[in-house]
């Protein structure tokens, strides 16, 4: 049973929903940015979703289970860890909060633990999935094993090939993997086929969607279940500084999950600096780029408003980033209204800045990230902290999965 | 009164015929609207291509891809057609997704379709509520038909609500699928068909998704008003080029 304060922390939390500001309103809008903007042929589903989603995730039953694989399936809580070297080397006070020891490696299977409890209580027997770096996609073939359903996942073609691995990870968990032909044969393309599976499949299929975006609820409902991130940072910085806010949180943006779960607790506390690094491919300028914020406009895309890379006739244009994870057009409405309104600072990291940042965490700290991981690091070549700032950045991922992009890149 | 409604209230069975505005070939937008009106289909969808159409299967996708590739554009559509009301009679609905219209602006967008002489809009990802709070005013300042599409997901209260929303026709989506899909009419559609035939819904339904030849005509059209057919014609396009559009509506509708 949970106790009195813990009801009140959660009746606290599900009201989040109404309150608008940072969080989404009840339509699902962070600002003007957010929505669903869906055809009516998933109407039904999203539908059902939203009118269900906090009642479930809100439930004595679903917290208990939810939090009891978190601890004991997940390996939660994550460890911060300060970071002795980096900060030497940058003259100030560096945390790392360690997804990367999540089990699957990524901060993605916090996400897809809720949803396939969600989706059990939805009573779904099928589940979909999209994937970009394979992280999202291993989390969701992992826990479609753990409660015995079956999986597809949808994976670009181009990722499939530049993420082995991970590829070979969701079939020996029993996953189906379709590859995506169309577009750019990246993450867009992979989502834009997991939503006409669920288009052809609207009864027994749940979508567990890898990132803040999508139709409403879904940003909403996977910010809560990441914001676990920030939840522990809290109290394990107070632990250690004697004080549960940073100076700065940072994170990389792809759809912008984690960043969602990092940011969730922060997000009313002004005092915090919060810190966004996206994708800038070869550069913001180059044409080859995923810095959606620098280079897109409001617009629509998978069910959303927010910012999107487009052309002029609204037609979404390719995006380009090394890193599969972050390789995505859009980001999700948090994060739009989190540049608009100027609460947070972008930025965005080229190719060789996140590898070269990368490369430098292995040898300072003998943690190899994700490569998603390393944009998030190369925050130091763009931004000056002072000696006494407590800086905690998002560790997202391990780099297990991007050996051979690192092989190449550095001749290893 | 609007000429879509005209056509609605006319007698029989209507055929309507959905295109990708800028395929086989960027010009072929006319030739297509004015050969589809003189083998005597009723009413035509203009396919404004976009380059993520989530409803669509492959080949409407492979039309869109193409089309964009030819050079196809809100912009160039517009000016394609702004003669078009010279020699074609036939009510004119231009079919897409939102993101291209909310960057042309929308009422912009509407104005341009009115000018022209366009009658209906059908925007799929535009949801009810958000077109009921933002756009309605200006879709009605501008003479346009917004059709809602209903599944055979949708709740009956929703029909209901779509019904009272709708000023045309509803377009009725066959099956839970994306368009274009392979499997013929059965037992599910049937049942789906009779019962929105037994809403006795104020405005007439007009089937889509699934219709490819005059067999699924037939069964789509018992009790509806009319039915549209979009994959199969364009996969005729592609096959046979635009000099054989008669071959294909006679095998619909001999
Ligand atoms: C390790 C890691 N970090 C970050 C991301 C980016 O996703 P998001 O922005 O949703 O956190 C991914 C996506 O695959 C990832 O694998």
Redesign the interface.
């Known amino acids: 049973m949970l106790g009195g304060k813990e009801i009140r922390k959660m009746e606290k939390e599900k009201r989040k929903n109404q309150m608008g500001g940072f969080h989404a309103d009840e339509k699902g809008y962070y600002g003007e940015f957010g ?7 998933l ?2 589903n999203v539908e059902e979703l939203r009118q269900h989603y906090l009642e479930i995730m809100y439930e004595d039953s679903f917290q208990k289970e939810f939090n009891q694989l978190l601890k004991d399936y997940v390996g939660r809580p994550s460890p911060l860890y300060f970071a002795n070297r980096l900060s030497e080397k940058y003259n100030t006070r560096v945390y790392l909060k360690r997804e990367d020891l999540n089990h699957t490696g990524a901060h993605k299977i916090n996400n897809t633990i809720g949803q396939i409890l969600v989706a059990k209580k939805l009573g779904k027997t099928r589940i979909i999935a999209e994937t970009g770096a394979g992280q999202h996609g291993v989390a969701t073939a992992t826990v479609c094993a753990l409660m015995g359903l079956k999986c597809i996942v949808y994976m670009g073609e181009k990722d499939i090939a530049r993420q082995a691995p991970n590829v070979a990870r969701m079939k020996m968990l029993g996953a189906e993997v379709r590859p995506a032909l ?2 750019s044969k990246t993450l ?1 393309d992979a989502t ?1 086929e997991a ?2 599976d669920w ?5 027994d299929t749940h979508y567990i969607i890898g990132s803040a975006i999508g139709p409403h609820p879904y940003p909403d409902m996977v910010t809560r279940f990441q914001s676990v991130i920030s939840e522990e940072i809290k109290w394990q910085l107070k632990e250690k500084e004697g004080r549960e806010n940073p100076d700065y949180i940072v994170a990389c943006i792809g759809g912008g999950s984690n960043a969602a779960g990092t940011y969730h607790h922060f997000l009313d506390e002004p005092e915090v600096g919060i810190i966004a690094v996206e994708a800038a491919g070869k550069g913001v300028n180059t044409g080859e780029s995923a810095a959606t914020s620098a280079l897109g ?7 959303c408003k927010t910012m ?1 890379m ?1 052309t ?6 390719e995006p380009y980033s090394i890193s599969a994870g972050l390789d995505y057009p859009g980001v999700g409405p948090m994060h739009s209204h989190l540049y608009k309104s100027g609460r947070a600072e972008f930025y965005s990291a080229t190719d060789d800045e996140a590898m070269t940042a990368g490369l430098e965490l292995s040898q300072l700290e003998g943690i190899i990230p994700a490569i998603e991981t390393g944009h998030a690091f190369a925050i130091f070549s763009h931004k000056k902290f002072k000696p006494d700032d407590i800086v905690v950045i998002s560790l997202s991922g391990r780099g297990d999965k991007d050996l051979q992009t690192y092989i190449d890149y550095f001749k290893l | 009164m609007n000429r879509i409604n005209q056509k609605l209230n006319s007698e029989g069975k209507l055929l309507s015929i959905y295109f990708t505005a800028g395929y086989p070939a960027l010009n072929d937008t006319v030739k297509i609207i004015q050969d589809l009106e003189k083998n005597g289909v009723d009413m035509i969808e203009i396919g404004l291509p ?3 159409p ?2 669509d ?1 492959p080949t409407i ?1 492979e039309s869109s ?1 193409a089309a ?1 590739k030819n050079g196809m ?3 160039e559509l517009f000016n394609q057609l702004k003669d078009i009301r010279k020699t074609v009679r036939i009510p004119l609905i231009v079919m897409g ?8 602006g929308v009422e912009a967008f509407c104005k341009r379709c009115n000018d022209i002489g366009i009658d209906g809009i059908i925007m ?4 009810l509520d ?1 077109y009921q709070a933002e756009y309605e005013s200006i879709f009605k300042k501008y003479g346009l038909i917004n059709v ?4 055979p ?3 009956n209260e ?1 029909i209901r609500q779509i019904d009272a929303a709708s000023d045309g026709f509803i377009y009725m ?1 066959s099956s ?3 368009t274009g ?1 392979k499997s013929g009419f059965g037992n599910e559609q049937g049942r789906y068909f009779e019962r929105i035939a037994g809403m006795e819904l104020d405005n007439p339904q007009i089937v889509g998704f699934g219709i490819k030849d005059s067999e699924t005509f037939q069964a789509a059209t018992k009790d509806t008003k009319g039915a549209i057919i979009g994959s199969a014609f364009i996969k005729h396009l592609t096959k046979h080029g635009v000099e054989e559009i008669p071959s294909f509506i006679t095998t619909i509708r001999p």
């Open positions: 929505g669903a903007f869906i055809p009516e042929m109407y039904p169309s577009g867009k834009n939503i006409r288009i052809n499949n609207p009864v406009k409001v617009g629509i895309i998978h069910g999107l487009q002029v006739d609204g037609q979404i244009t | 976009f380059s993520d989530l409803a299967g996708q891809t964009l554009t809100s912009e997704y939102f993101n291209p219209m909310l960057q042309y799929p990802d535009l949801p958000v809602f599409l209903i599944t997901q949708t709740s929703r989506v839970a699928s994306v899909s």
